[in-house]
């Protein structure tokens, strides 16, 4: 989050005290650690509504901000729903508020025939699946050098994640185009706001441009089964290739727009401000992913490794394309080798698994990767640290020092 | 399971007691259902020792045979393990019984060096991911007309999994390659054995073709999670297009043999045998399954459906290769629409889900589907009823009737 939202929100807390009580946080938990932008830790407790969460699996920044551990990420591409992180901008509804979740609704503007339509209604639409990579805009961010700002994740808020629903561009196609003149997609979500305060400063409302509607889909179903709240059930708006707060959770609204929306968590929220700045709306807006890789394993999270044969794994993403290649290197970068990509290609918005068997005798290595997308665009060996910590894709940054015994 | 083995798994119900209490089931419930081979039913609750099944998913027929219910599978293409079905021929080990489950230990015989091996050593050989259709011998067995006895399975002992591990022929490549004159990969499973019994006649043992060894897995992960040991953890054989039977859980001894076992659960079980005949080794074993599809949604367990748009969704499997194509019909196979293929494609042991977008009008339908190989097989139209019910495939007993209001 930018510098300016955070102060909004850190003015926020009193306000959604109540909310947070109703979503199972502990208001002065949640307080205190969103104030200290706490170093990752596996002592906190997962909080009561993400229960179902495999505890060891995670670590947990604050109780709406929680990452997968770098070796817990698995070897079967799809990240399983309990290991998946969270990170909320505000908190997730209850059951009570959603009620049936047939019946929630959404309204669609900005095209030919404007509607109002039900879940149930989507699900009479159309019918797709797909597997994105899903990735909070700050993931990396605690790899950056300067500590920007806000959680210090590592490299766990991501996952690939498998979604069931419709194509938005059938349900556009069912209600008459898009309207002529439009310029972005523009999606709303369904938090309960706190009273009394100026909803733009605090709704989650994001547009993206227009072209992203072409893959983008209303979804229903992760993972093989309904949408958790958590993690933006009923209804969410999954924006292939775009970074997590684009994905809008609880969606209300789908609109059609000419200008991007006034919200703060557009117009100064979630910007690459140069470092010392604040967001402003001609700062780029944290959008597309890039292209980026990292080690799962070994990894310092994981055991200890012996001497031998060594399978070196990760994950490697294209950003908006496929990956053609990975490479990996054991001494910091000097030199490289090809890793085999490895299980089925879930599509150019999901990752890839790769790996590379080395036999490594007893010393210590310095393992980084490196990926290439299919148009032959490198991951870049640093990322431009920014005011909030956005979009860290750098592999340097990445890499991992393992000792061999 | 064939006649011969369910008797005498009926006369080991009183020497099982023990295993089967301490693995969670309750003795009495467990014998009572298996003498009376219950229908389906959603009033058994899920026994402790699969406690994180999702409920209202899962059929539970005794508390070793537990499935999908048709509309449950998800339109994700990877079965939620939480929602995988569950058969089990002994009662799975419990954590106590496993102990580190990287020091789990395999036997590898038949080969130019037999060595015995540790989780950990297997994983320093090689490093694959794939996905494959799980499904029961007995899948559909309930559909089958003339009531075979065992599980009244309907479509739901199956699932498309995820498995991560090392190739079995990288495993046998490291130890010099299959001894000459072998003709069967034989694999036994680490289930405890009740004593006071000739082992042979219970442990589960079974021999396929040596050519399955060649996309044959040792696999400890299952759906990007450690493989939970009721479904086979910490080491499972995963034999791609064969039955789940032939899937050997907890596998102890992975043996290169020139004759097949003769353990009665090869022998004379899980034999394609004529209707009223025992099972003999002159009968085709139950090893690979067929090119088989049916609906998921809409279904008899779904909700109600409204007229106008449908999307009538299913699974479609190959067997050996992959799906080409799936036909839907309406009108209980009069006539035929093509479907359309949904989400990423797996590879050719994993199923494809399917749609059709039909518009339908109040009334009755009989919704049948039907798939086509790469190589231009279909599936048939009705399989032959054998004595145990096994590898029940047509898809005239797997349609559904669909009343649209």
Known sequence: MTHSIKITRRNLLGATAGLIAAAGLKPSTASAQQAAAPAASTAKPIPAYVSWKHADSMIVHTPTTIETKRSAIGSSII???????????????????????????????????????????????????MATVLQCSGNGRGLFPGKPSGTRWQ?????????????????????????????????????????????????????????????????????????????????????????????????????????????????????????????????????TMDAKSWVTSPSPDSGPVKAGLVQITG??????????????????GKTWQVARLVGPDLGKYAWRQFVLAATLKAGQYDVACRVTTKSGVAQVVVSTENAAGYLNSGWQSHAVKINVA
């Not at 509804?93 to 019946?103: E, F, L, Q």
């Not at 072409?214 to 993972?223: C, G, H, V, Y």
């Open 79 to 129: 990240t399983p729903s309990d290991r998946l992180f969270i990170r909320n901008n505000l908190p997730a509804p209850s059951a009570a508020d959603i009620g049936d979740v047939n019946a929630w609704k959404i309204n669609v503007e900005g095209v030919g025939k404007p509607q109002t339509l039900s879940l149930s209604d989507l699900k009479q639409i159309g019918y797709e699946t």
């Open 155 to 287: 490299t766990g808020a991501a996952g690939c994640v498998m979604w069931a629903g419709v194509p938005v561009r059938e349900v556009i196609k069912a209600l008459g185009g898009v309207s002529a003149g439009m310029v972005y997609m523009t999606g709303t979500g369904g938090e309960k706001l706190p009273e009394g305060i100026d909803p733009l400063a605090v709704v989650v409302e994001r547009s993206v441009p227009l072209s992203a509607m072409q893959d983008a889909m209303l979804s229903w179903e992760m993972n093989g089964e309904p949408m958790p709240l958590a993690h933006g059930g009923p209804l969410r708006l999954i924006v292939p290739g775009y970074s997590g707060v684009n994905n809008i959770k609880y969606i209300k609204r789908l609109a059609f727009t000419k200008e991007q929306t006034q919200a703060a968590i557009q117009k100064t929220g979630y910007r690459m401000s140069p470092v010392g700045q604040k967001g402003d709306p001609s700062q780029p807006a944290v959008w």
């Open 315 to 332: 994950v490697a993403m294209g950003g908006l394309e496929d990956v053609a290649k990975v490479d990996v290197s054991l001494d910091g």
